[in-house]
């Protein structure tokens, strides 16, 4: 196989706009983990719902997806705060493998509750037919809005997290919650801040993902695991790391794709997970902290 | 005016419990403005666990607590902080991989201190200039002295009206203790109130002007700093060793 | 005993006369005893197929299917050799699980006594619940497609349907047939496929049969993991920079879909894009890709498509098929149709109740396309040496105008095909 300039650099730029992609359908489920220690798997399921209600507003004529995301992220953003009053408020005092459990069933039933309304059928919009070239290497210009939105998200949240006083706040009940309580901050309200910042992550990433591929209602397993391993890769709680390793898992996959196969390259993506887990548990970027 | 005429905080006969366990069964002290207050007693005589409910971080038994003239029953730790008492916890219980910067600016927690952080970041810095050096490291890579530093340093953050210091000097090299009590030294003439809890009794009857002495969750004496530097009690239940 | 036999109700003293004259030949050490045709008004025949789990689609239209032959015949007289005995099915529900296919398999056999068995309709359990069959001795005829199905070296079992081996072989065929009659070059081919069991498989078979060709260099061999596959460009990039002229793919309709839009997307232009059924049948497909899926090759068994061109009492089976289900006559339900026609051939030929008789029959039967109106699939039934149906032959589809046309064999064809397909600077 010759790997001309223009092979080389589709490999590249489709690897970094998926792995952005990836970045941004992980890096909610880090916020969560990283402020109330829940590993919620149903995140995947509200960027599933997302995707469908993007879907039925596209196919109903009444949005653009773009515009549909733009609401979609104010109500889900809502909608995250009345979850961790309702749904979450009791998650964090349950135990670390209930919590599991717990969030997991929430994924199930998010899942079949699409399959029930939405049926198990392929769904997915007609792209735009609109292509950037250069050099040889064609770039959707769908797939290319979506990797600057997660960019452009990640980067607004980092800045949050680490300019603003309420984001650091949010990372200082992550990292001491009980120190937090007692120095006055509303833990609690903190995590609800992050549940609805969450989940309006989860609406972007469904918004960019309805635009660039095929769903249908067990996708939402299959993001949950995507998450899960981009989270653990780029160590559980910092949320720009994420975004960083969906990247990386993006490349890697573009590049296992291009010297191997895709059954290679994700099977290759598991192992160097579980290289991570066994060697550096803490995450690729995370320094270990001494208390 | 009022503050003047009344204690910036009183407690009466408060009782804590954990669960079933009574830990605290009958506390009572007062703090009046500008004074420098220090809880006496041994390891688990109920010190951390009186300052926890007065903050509000643990429920009240039964007794009363008044802060600035209001009964503050039912009220959150955030509501009390709100409202300038600032607890500096036993263990420091920072934000470890926070920056030291971080860590002092969120000390700044009311919207008046947010509003005064630069003055206060400097005045912080002035008192513990190794804070300023250390500014951009992560808090949980400090010395066990700086650390304490940092977390008083913080609480100076959210402008005090009674500042409340668990055990500043657990665990600190005696040198280091020195440069602890000679800050808050500076901080009490400013006129800052404080209330310290205390194992290493000769820095705090040096600092306070009164003290209360706490045995297995009661208040069993009290006086001024002077009287109970020679009382037999003192001496006996909890200075035995020195 | 006594006692089982006393609490079966009056109804069923047929059923008590055969279960003793079962529990006899067990007695015996027989396998099995001649049953007296005159004593028989019903034939129960066992229908074991999924109605519910995955492959439920599957097996509705299976029994659909063996439900109309069935019905015909009863009321047509029933089978005349056994003195106008009607056909009872006796239906269970493998739930697309393979311990059910196997303890319902059994059930059948045991219980209610089924002389043969129609089914599975999936290829997990057809594998577990004809290894039951064979065990009893029980002969079976199945309509699922896995060609490993029929490498085992089972007695019993028989599979009417078109196997994936016959249509990855068309497959490959057909695009030899394109060199000859349509000049098309082919230098340079590839095999795409997902990587469980339907896509290794045809991966597989494609290898063997592009190596049988030998002119054409196999340049790659793409697997990729279905629920996995977020976007495609990436393999649609590496076989673009190996210059291939022909795609051999297998995938399910998901993935499919976003393979053939990164196609389009990087302009990967193809002699042929051909699929041993797979994705393109799938409404979704084309109902997804609208023209982007146009000139995509599809090698079936059968397709609703054909029903034009077929005999004349072969369409009228498919026309009442569609009349009565308010639906067309999908693949399983073509294969069901024709298994159903080769089980009654078989009992028309035997003069007792007797599996092993039934058995021989089922082994003999020869039914070409137009000869008997239940067997739709082209061009008959008839078995090899391994029991596949060596008559089956699939029929080349090509996605044309967004609809799924017969382009091959010549008698059944609608259009001619298109290849090579047009570059897709030139489509609209
Ligand atoms: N979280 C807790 N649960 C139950 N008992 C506690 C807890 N914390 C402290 N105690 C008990 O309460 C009593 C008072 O403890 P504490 O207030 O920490 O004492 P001090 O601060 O004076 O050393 C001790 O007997 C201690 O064992
Ligand atoms: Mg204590």
């Not at chain 1, 981009?230 to 590049?255: K, P, Q, R, T, W």
């Not at chain 2, 952080?117 to 490291?137: D, G, H, K, N, V």
Request: glycine letters at 10%; proline letters at 4%.
């Amino acid at each position: 196989m010759e790997f001309s300039p223009s092979v080389i650099g589709q490999m590249l730029f489709t690897g970094a706009l998926m792995g952005s992609i990836y970045g941004a359908v992980a890096m909610g489920f880090s916020l969560i983990f990283g402020v109330a220690k829940i590993i919620n798997f149903a995140h995947a399921g509200v960027v599933l719902w997302v995707m469908y209600g993007v879907l039925v507003a596209v196919r109903s004529g009444v949005a653009h997806p773009y515009v549909a995301g733009l609401v979609a992220i104010p109500l889900c953003y809502v909608i995250g705060h009345g979850v961790q009053r309702t749904l979450m408020a009791r998650v964090s005092a349950m135990s670390d493998d209930m919590q599991i459990i717990y969030t997991f069933g929430l994924l199930l039933v998010l899942t079949y509750m699409a399959q029930f309304f939405f049926g198990p059928d392929v769904h997915f919009l007609p792209s735009s037919g609109l292509a950037v070239e250069f050099g040889g290497v064609v770039l959707q210009v769908e797939t290319i809005i979506a990797g600057a939105l997660a960019l452009g998200s990640a980067l607004a949240l980092h800045a949050f997290l680490s300019r603003t006083w309420l984001g650091k706040a949010i990372r200082a009940s992550a990292d001491n919650r009980r120190g937090a309580t007692l120095m006055g901050l509303d833990v609690v309200r903190l995590s609800r801040v992050a549940m609805a910042l969450s989940f309006a992550l989860a609406a972007l990433a469904g918004t960019i993902l309805v635009t660039v591929t095929t769903f249908y209602p067990l996708r939402g397993l299959e993001l949950a695991v995507l998450a899960f391993v981009i989270v653990v890769l780029g160590g559980m709680d910092n949320v720009f790391a994420s975004f960083v390793a969906g990247v990386l898992i993006g490349m890697f996959e573009a590049l296992g794709t291009l010297l191997f196969s895709p059954s290679i390259a994700h099977m290759a993506i598991y192992a160097m997970i579980f290289a991570v887990l066994l060697v550096r548990p803490q995450g690729l970027f995370r320094r270990r902290a001494t208390k | 005016m009022s503050t003047t005429l009344s204690p910036i905080l009183s407690v009466e006969r408060l009782r804590v419990k954990y669960d079933l366990f009574e830990a605290v069964f009958d506390v009572s002290f007062e703090v009046w403005p500008g004074e420098a207050v220090c809880l006496l007693g041994s390891n688990g005589a109920g010190k951390t666990t009186s300052l926890r409910a007065i903050l509000g971080a643990l429920p009240i038994a039964g007794g009363r607590v008044c802060f600035l003239g209001d009964d503050t029953s039912g009220k959150s730790p955030g509501a009390m902080t709100m409202r300038g008492m600032i607890y500096v916890p036993e263990g420091r219980e920072l934000f470890p991989s926070l920056t030291v910067l971080e860590n002092l600016e969120l000390g700044a927690i009311t919207r008046e201190a947010r509003a005064r952080t630069r003055a206060s970041l400097e005045l912080a810095c002035e008192l513990f200039p190794i804070l300023a050096e250390r500014r951009m490291q992560l808090a949980g890579t400090l010395s066990g002295g700086q650390q304490q530093m940092l977390a008083i340093a913080r609480g100076l953050m959210g402008l005090p009206r009674l500042l409340m210091l668990d055990e500043p000097s657990l665990g600190l090299a005696p040198v280091v203790v020195e440069q602890v009590y000679a800050a808050l030294g500076r901080i009490v003439r400013s006129g800052t109130p404080i209330i310290l809890v205390e194992q290493h009794v000769h820095q705090a009857l040096e600092l306070c002007q009164r003290g209360y002495v706490l045995e297995g969750g009661r208040t069993v004496q009290q006086g001024s700093t002077a009287e109970l530097a020679g009382s037999d009690r003192l001496r006996s239940a909890y200075l035995g060793v020195n | 005993m006594e006692k089982d036999q006393h609490s079966i109700g009056q109804d069923n003293r047929r059923w008590t006369r055969r279960t003793v004259l079962k529990q006899a030949a067990a007695v015996a050490g027989a396998a099995f005893l001649p049953r007296f045709a005159s004593a028989a008004t019903e034939i129960p025949i066992g229908v074991v197929v999924g109605l519910t789990g995955a492959a439920a689609d599957y097996g509705r239209d299976a029994l659909r299917a063996f439900e109309l032959v069935a019905d015909r015949v009863n009321l047509s007289g029933g089978i005349k050799s056994l003195g106008g005995a009607k056909i009872k099915l006796l239906v269970a529900d493998h739930q697309t699980d393979l311990r059910v296919a196997s303890s319902e398999t059994e059930r059948l056999i045991t219980r209610e006594n089924v002389l043969g068995i129609l089914g599975w309709a999936a290829s997990g359990p057809a594998r577990v619940g004809s290894e039951v069959g064979e065990r009893y001795q029980v002969p079976s005829i199945d309509t699922s497609v896995d060609y490993k199905l029929t490498e085992r070296g089972l007695k019993y079992f028989y599979r009417a349907a078109i196997n994936t081996r016959q249509t990855c072989n068309r497959g490959v065929e057909f695009v030899q047939e394109m060199e000859k009659t349509q000049g098309a070059a082919v230098k340079r081919v590839a095999i795409v496929h997902e990587d469980l069991a339907y896509g290794t498989g045809a991966g597989d078979l494609f290898k063997e049969a592009i190596e049988r060709v030998g002119r054409w260099q196999l340049v790659d061999r793409v697997a990729y993991t279905a629920a996995k596959l977020t976007e495609a460009t990436g393999i649609v990039n590496k076989l673009k920079a190996q210059n291939v002229d022909v795609v051999f793919q297998a995938s399910y309709p998901a993935d499919g879909i976003l393979i053939q839009r990164a196609m389009k997307q990087l302009r990967l232009d193809l002699v042929a894009n051909v699929h041993p059924a797979g994705a393109p049948p799938n409404l979704q497909y084309v109902g997804n890709l609208k023209s982007d899926a146009n000139y995509v090759i599809t090698t079936l068994g059968w397709t609703s498509s054909m029903a034009e061109r077929l005999p004349a009492g072969a369409k009228a089976t498919v026309d009442e098929y569609t009349k009565r289900y308010k639906v067309a006559v999908q693949d399983q339900a073509g294969y069901s149709l024709s298994a159903a026609a080769a089980m009654v051939a078989a009992l028309s030929r035997i003069k007792s109740l007797d599996r092993a008789e039934l058995w021989q029959a089922i082994d003999k039967i020869d039914l070409s396309f137009g000869q008997d109106p239940n067997v739709i699939i082209p061009f008959g039934i008839k078995w090899d040496e391994k029991h596949d149906n060596a008559k089956a032959q699939a029929v080349v589809t090509q996605i044309l105008g967004q609809q799924l046309v017969v382009v091959s064999p010549k008698d059944l064809a609608l259009q001619a095909p298109v290849v090579p397909a047009p570059s897709w600077n030139k489509r609209g």
